[in-house]
């Protein structure tokens, strides 16, 4: 199966997440990314979901996925709130579309200052990973990339230039690009 890498950084606004601190099973979601034909995610997060087993409340978090074409998902993936030194890693198959995650800490951590879920008005989780994706047809739905109509310039920085001639190293990781790109990207926004 083929192996996706993701990335997705959500920054909530405090104000959306204290009305729900009160609100069992209140949640927020973020907006759907999709690199993939097909296929989207998003994250949700309950600040104030109630527990099927114990007592009490619990702030919980999960990766939603929209199989569309895909018959099985497996995603491997780490929830990280950077200001609070949390991390936390899961493993699920998804064979259909729905949300998987679970438990961040209580509510009542969750919105303590001291805890720095939220921090400077905000709350920045992170999630990455790789999804293992299987379907019907793998190779359309991996290989198809975004068309782009925007001339020239903008074929050379999107990537129909097919000269990669730039090899980086991360984590033993070889990843081969374009060295105009790489240029691009060092200098920043514009």
Known sequence: MPEIPFTVKWEIPENRLLPLKDSVNGNLASNFVSNIHGFQYYLRIYPNEKRTNADGRITSIYLNLDLGKLKKVEAKYT???KSANYSR????IYETSEGRGGEFCSTKDFFDPQKKFIVDGKMTVKCDGI???????TTSVVSEQQKWDGGALGDKLWGN???KDIT???DGKEIKVNSFLYQVALQGPV
């Open 79 to 81: 929830f990280t709130v």
């Open 89 to 92: 890693f899961h493993r699920w």
């Open 131 to 137: 999804f293992e994706v299987e379907t019907e047809d």
């Open 161 to 163: 230039n097919d000269s």
């Open 168 to 170: 980086i190293v991360a």
